[in-house]
């Protein structure tokens, strides 16, 4: 099901809204987001070490994205 609605936001951000380029940013923890980017043909793009910080730990953000023609 979030495949389906990931595909929707896409779909909607590109053909509709005419967007060029479409980002996710993530914490590296979340594996699931992040199979999620890579089943869309998202890439990925950047990893930004101990980026912010929350509940006690710093975490790691990671960048997906894709472009329109893509």
Same mark, same amino acid.
């Given at each position: +099901?979030?495949? &389906?609605?990931?595909?929707? =936001? ?10 060029? $380029?479409?980002?996710?940013? @993530? ?11 890579? $089943? @869309?043909? +998202?890439?990925?793009?950047? $990893?930004? =070490? ?10 790691? &953000?990671? =960048? ?7």
């Amino acid at each position: +099901m979030a495949i &389906e609605a990931a595909d929707a =936001v896409l779909k909607l951000g590109f053909e509709e809204l005419g967007m060029r $380029r479409i980002e996710a940013r @993530l914490d590296a923890l979340n594996s699931a987001s992040a199979a999620l980017c890579e $089943r @869309l043909g +998202m890439r990925l793009e950047a $990893r930004f =070490v101990d980026k912010w910080h929350y509940k006690n730990q710093w975490a790691t &953000e990671l =960048v997906y994205a894709i472009l329109a023609e893509e």
